[in-house]
C-alpha cells in the first residue's frame, strides 16, 4: 500500500506522492519562544516527528527535508522582556534551546532546518514590497496590510464562510485597513520596541509573513506538506497561502496539508490563555521519561482529540513497562531485523497510531510465548518498529530504575540501600529488613548479589 494522509484542503485521504522523491518538504509551524511550552505544543511536534520518520522511512532518511521555525519576535516576546528586564534575544535564545532538548527527551529527531524569524528580516521586507507592487498590499499609516481581495481563494483551506470565519477570529477593526479582513505585513515599531528600518519606516513583521518567507527559502516556492495545529488553519495558513501564492505568480504554497487535534484538558483545548496548561517541562521534572510521554500523546490518532490526564501518563508507562520486560532479554543490535508490516502499513494510512500500538502489543505478545531464536527475532523486531516510531531507546536496565511520577526516586533509593548495607554489616537486621519492606510495599525489589544489592522497580 502506498502513503495516504488526510488532506485538509482537499477533505479527504489522499495517496501521498511528493513532487520529487529525492527531495521530500515538510514544513511545521513551530513555537513562538518566550516561555516553557506546554504539553499541546508538544503533541503538535511529535506527531509531525512520526511524520517525519514515516516519510524517511519510505523515501530514504537522507531524501526528506523538514523545517520547523521558531517564531522570535512577536508582542509576547516583547512583552515577557519587559516584565522580566531580560533581552529579547537572551529569552528567545533559552526557551528555543528548552524547547529543543524538551523534544529531544521525547526522542523527536532535529528537523534539517530550524529557521528563525529575525534571521529572515531582509527577505520579509521583499516579499512584502513584491506583494504592494503585485497590487495584493497597501501600506497605510506606517502599517502595510494584505488586501484579502486580491486573492479569490482567500478561505479556501478552513472552508467556512469567509465572513463567519472574520467573526469568529475577532479580526481586529482598524481605522486604516481597507477590509477589516485584511491582515498585517509590516507594523510600526515603538521607540522602545525592537524594530527595523523599511520602506514603510522602522518597524517589525506580521506573524504570518515570517512562514511564507523561511518556507520559501528553506524549502521552495510549493512545497509537499505542510503542518501545524488545527487552530492554526484560520487565520494564520490561509495568510501564509494567500502571502505566497499573490508573491509566487500563483504557485501554491503547499501540495497537502496536515493539522494535528487539540490536546484537551476535560472538554478545554489546553492553551496558555485559558492557563489549564502543563508543561513539558514540569512532567520531564516529575521524572516522568520522555517516551511515556511520547507514547502518551501518540495513543490517539493526531487528528482526533486527546484527554490529557495524569491516569494517561500512568496507563503509558504500564504498557512500555511490559515491552522494556521483554526488550531487556535481548541487548544485541536490530541486525537486518524489520518492523512488522501491520505497524508499518497502520502508520502508512494517515499515521494511524492506535493500529500501530495493537500491532506491537500483537508482536509482544507472540514474542512472550516463543522460545529461542524465535523469540530473539521477535524482539528485535519489536526494536526495529520502535526505532521507526521513536521508542525502546532506554536502557532497559534504567527503565526499570525511572520513576514513574509517584514513589521514590532513584536517588532516594541509592540513599536507602546504603543505609541498609551499612545496617547489615553492624547485624542490625531489624533496620535492614524494614528497609527491604518498605521498599517493597511501593514496588521496589531489592535483589542482593555477589557485588553488592541492586535494586528495580516491579
Ligand atoms: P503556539 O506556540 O501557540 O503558536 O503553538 C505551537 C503549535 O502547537 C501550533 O502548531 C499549535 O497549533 C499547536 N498547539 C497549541 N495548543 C495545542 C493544543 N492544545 N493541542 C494541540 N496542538 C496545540
Ligand atoms: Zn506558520
Redesign the pocket.
Known amino acids: 500500500m502506498s502513503l495516504q494522509f488526510y488532506d485538509t484542503m482537499a477533505r479527504k485521504k489522499r495517496a501521498f506522492e511528493p513532487a520529487d522523491p529525492k527531495r521530500v518538504t515538510m514544513y511545521v ?1 513551530g ?2 519562544v518566550y516561555n516553557y511550552t506546554h504539553i ?2 508538544a ?2 511536534a511529535i506527531a509531525f516527528d512520526l511524520l517525519f520518520r514515516v516519510l524517511r522511512h519510505e523515501f530514504g532518511a537522507d531524501h526528506v527535508n523538514y523545517a520547523r521555525n521558531f517564531t522570535d519576535i512577536d508582542d509576547k516576546i516583547i512583552k515577557a522582556s519587559k516584565e522580566t528586564g531580560a533581552p529579547i534575544d537572551e529569552i528567545t535564545k533559552k526557551f528555543a534551546q528548552v524547547y529543543l532538548d524538551e523534544l529531544g527527551e521525547l526522542n523527536a529527531l532535529a528537523p534539517t532546518g530550524a529557521p528563525r524569524a529575525t534571521e529572515h528580516i531582509p527577505e520579509m521586507i521583499a516579499l512584502v514590497e513584491r506583494l504592494v507592487d503585485a497590487g495584493a498590499a497597501y501600506a497605510a499609516d506606517g502599517h502595510v496590510l494584505f488586501s484579502v481581495e486580491s486573492f479569490a481563494e482567500y478561505g479556501r483551506l478552513s472552508g467556512a464562510n469567509r465572513d463567519e470565519m472574520i467573526a469568529g477570529a475577532r479580526v481586529e477593526v482598524a481605522p486604516y485597513k481597507k477590509n477589516p479582513a485584511d491582515f498585517v505585513l509590516w507594523k510600526p515599531a515603538a521607540e522602545d520596541e525592537p524594530g527595523w528600518d523599511s520602506p514603510w519606516g522602522r518597524g517589525r513583521p506580521g506573524w504570518h509573513l515570517e512562514c511564507s518567507v523561511m518556507i520559501k527559502k528553506g524549502l521552495g516556492e510549493t512545497i509537499d506538506i505542510h503542518c ?2 488545527q ?2 488553519r484560520f487565520p494564520h495558513h490561509e495568510n501564509e497561502i494567500a502571502q505566497s501564492a499573490c508573491a509566487h505568480d500563483g504557485a501554491p504554497l503547499a501540495r497537502y496539508w496536515m493539522h ?1 487535534g ?2 484537551r484538558m476535560g472538554t478545554d ?3 496558555k490563555s485559558i492557563g489549564n496548561v502543563v508543561l513539558t517541562h514540569q512532567l520531564l521534572k516529575d521524572g516522568w521519561p520522555g517516551e511515556v510521554i511520547r507514547w502518551a500523546l501518540l495513543s490517539a490518532h493526531y487528528r482526533q482529540p486527546l484527554e490529557w490526564t495524569e491516569d494517561l501518563l500512568r496507563q503509558s508507562k504500564r504498557q512500555l513497562d511490559r515491552f522494556y520486560r521483554l526488550l531487556e532479554e535481548v541487548a544485541d543490535d536490530i541486525g537486518e531485523a524489520a518492523a512488522p508490516e501491520s505497524v508499518v502499513l497502520a502508520l502508512k494510512d494517515d499515521l494511524n497510531t492506535p493500529e500501530a500500538y495493537a500491532g506491537l502489543h500483537e508482536l509482544r505478545d507472540i514474542a512472550a510465548q516463543m522460545d529461542g531464536a524465535a523469540r530473539r527475532n521477535a524482539i528485535l523486531r519489536l526494536r526495529a518498529a520502535g526505532r521507526l516510531m521513536g521508542f525502546f531507546e532506554a536502557d532497559p536496565a534504567s527503565w526499570f530504575k525511572g520513576v514513574g511520577g509517584d514513589g521514590p526516586t532513584a536517588e532516594e533509593i541509592d540513599a536507602l540501600l546504603l543505609k541498609r548495607a551499612e545496617a547489615r554489616k553492624a547485624k542490625d537486621f531489624a533496620t535492614s529488613d524494614k528497609i527491604r519492606d518498605d521498599l517493597a510495599a511501593q514496588g521496589i525489589v531489592i535483589e542482593d548479589g555477589a557485588d553488592g544489592a541492586t535494586w528495580r522497580r516491579e
Open positions: 509551524c513555537p513562538t499541546g505544543n503533541r503538535s501545524g495545529g487552530d492554526l494535528n487539540f490536546l483545548k489546553m492553551s
